[in-house]
């Protein structure tokens, strides 16, 4: 691995404190990082380096999927962590990095890397690209990265903008826009079983599955995020990405092999397949909600409106569902449901394949009481599991007919410890040059482009019933209607069975 410099923008931010330094920290332990490594958080307020080192260790107490072994491996890492304030609208801080970077370059020779990771506000994201390339920071195409937090864009018009900046400075290789989703193991174990396995990839079709649904449902409200969630909203702060790019893993034709442009062409291929809605069909494939006061988790909470740095009349919604169709010669005809929202009842992300119901005319019908179609439930987070529902006989003389699931579940596997974080699994590709699970331009527009019809009427027509769903339940009733107008009903995970608990961790 070549020698890296790494800058982290935004490095006393929550993602640096929660996910960044933990996801390196982790690195670092499993032999990850390559050994001459150094990481620059840059932030605007003066601190000491010292004083930077000891939060970052207490966030890494906190955060840490390995609390447990920060007293062993922190003297040695936190020489690697180094602290800078800067203004990033002066040159002098640019001029900086490049003697440093120079002369990192210098001592580790020809192989050093250099690696910008903006974890900012969006306006500063185009400030600080062209800086990097007025100084030329990031000059050599093989040697020099930029990573992008979302929001890539708060609409299509502006993500093509900042496309098209930065296509002027940068190659798009060197471009790493992250969607964190496609670092959970989960989400990259579908390629797996979809494409590992004979199993499944010839019943993967309009054929035999009748719908998929993808939930992406959290306990949380928005959590002192008032301003950036008044300008975002569920649509855009989860559907546009994450729930996008899970519908891509499900839907994509099979790659002819793991390179990156190959995935993300296929991936690419089904955003451009996803019917684009006629503003008038909106309403009809669509809901919104919002969620008012009232109690979540058996505490009292607030309304979304009330929230700090929300407008008391704010229209921006905390929950969505949207009917998409995926017109290709596979989906015909095949409804994708997806939900997701704040202050619902469970932390939850799961995609359910249900497939067509087996004819039961050779049955009794007294066998068929309970009898439930074939199912494939992928739990995303925080279960991680898949499970296969299908029907078997009750035991006893008579022929009724039960459904049961078979489960795999990494936890039990004890799996658990060895699960990288979705961050460190992304680090870790930005620092090895892969970009397979990073969102190239084209794929981010195309994201776009699907949910623009949306984005437009509702902006159009400011709901009228906001807020209108209850924290703790399961959004608007109108989201039920969604999906039950087809005859099916939102899938949900059944509460953990005592043989499937997870297996405890074991002390070090
Ligand atoms: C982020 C959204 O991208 O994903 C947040 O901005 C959301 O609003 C988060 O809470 C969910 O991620 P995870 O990994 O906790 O499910």
């Known amino acids: 691995m070549s020698p890296t410099l790494i800058y982290i923008f935004g490095g006393t931010g929550d993602l640096a404190h929660r996910k960044l330094i933990p996801a390196l920290f982790n690195l670092y332990i499993d032999g990850y990082l390559p050994g001459p490594f150094r990481i620059v958080g840059i932030g605007r307020t003066e601190m000491a380096e010292t004083a930077y080192r000891q939060e970052m260790r207490k966030s890494v107490k906190e ?22 304030s800067h203004d990033l609208n002066n040159d002098k801080a640019y001029k900086g990095m490049a003697s440093e970077w120079k002369e990192f370059q210098a001592k580790h020779g020809e192989e050093a890397q250099v690696v910008f990771y903006l974890s900012v506000a969006p306006q500063l994201a185009p400030v600080i690209a062209r800086r990097l390339h007025q100084h030329k920071l990031c000059a050599d195409p093989h040697r020099s990265r930029m990573v992008f937090e979302k929001p890539f864009g708060h609409d299509l018009k502006s993500a093509q903008e900042l496309n098209r900046l930065l296509g002027r400075l940068f190659r798009e290789e060197q471009i790493y826009r992250i969607d964190h989703f496609l670092g959970k193991e989960t989400v990259q174990n579908i390629l797996a079983l979809r494409f590992a396995n004979a199993l499944f990839e010839p019943i993967w079709n309009a054929h035999y599955i009748d719908h998929v649904q993808i939930t992406a449902a959290e306990t949380v409200s928005i959590e ?32 002819i092999s793991f390179e990156a442009d190959e995935i993300r062409n296929k991936k690419l291929d089904v955003l451009q397949a996803i019917r684009k809605m006629h503003p008038e069909d909106v309403h009809r494939y669509t809901v ?30 905390t929950f969505a569902a949207v009917k998409f169709y995926v017109d290709n010669w596979r989906w015909k005809g095949v409804p994708f449901y997806v939900r997701t929202g704040k202050s619902l009842p469970a932390k939850e992300t799961l995609i359910t394949v249900q497939f067509k119901p087996a004819p039961d005319y050779a049955f009794p019908e007294e066998a068929a009481h309970t009898w439930r179609p074939n199912r494939l439930v992928i739990g995303i987070a925080p279960k991680m599991d898949i499970r296969l529902r299908f029907q078997a006989k009750q035991p006893g003389p008579h022929m009724t007919l039960r459904p049961v699931d078979m489960v795999f579940s990494y936890a039990t596997r004890e799996q658990e410890d060895c699960q990288p974080e979705a961050y460190e699994t992304l680090l870790q590709d930005v620092i090895e040059a892969n970009p397979t699970l990073f969102m190239r331009a084209d794929q981010v527009e195309a994201a776009w482009t699907v949910i623009r019809p949306i984005m437009e009427v509702w902006a159009d027509k400011p709901p009228v019933d906001f807020p209108n769903y209850a924290p703790g339940t399961w959004g608007p009733e109108d989201a039920e209607a969604l ?22 961790k074991k002390k070090s």
């Open 63 to 84: 955060f840490s999927r390995r609390p447990e072994l920060v007293a062993q491996h922190w003297t040695k890492f936190s020489r690697t962590l180094h602290f800078q």
């Open 224 to 255: 002192n995020r008032g301003s950036y969630y008044e300008s975002s909203g569920a649509l855009r702060d989860m559907v546009q990405n994450h729930v996008l790019q899970m519908l891509c893993m499900i839907a994509m034709e099979a790659p």
């Open 288 to 317: 919104r909600g919002q969620y008012a006061a009232g109690w979540s988790q058996g505490k009292k909470v607030v309304g979304y409106r009330e929230e700090k740095s929300v407008d008391p009349q704010s229209a921006v919604e």
């Open 483 to 504: 999906i039950a107008r087809d005859g099916f009903n939102w899938a949900t995970l059944p509460e953990t069975h005592p043989s499937e608990a997870p297996v405890k």
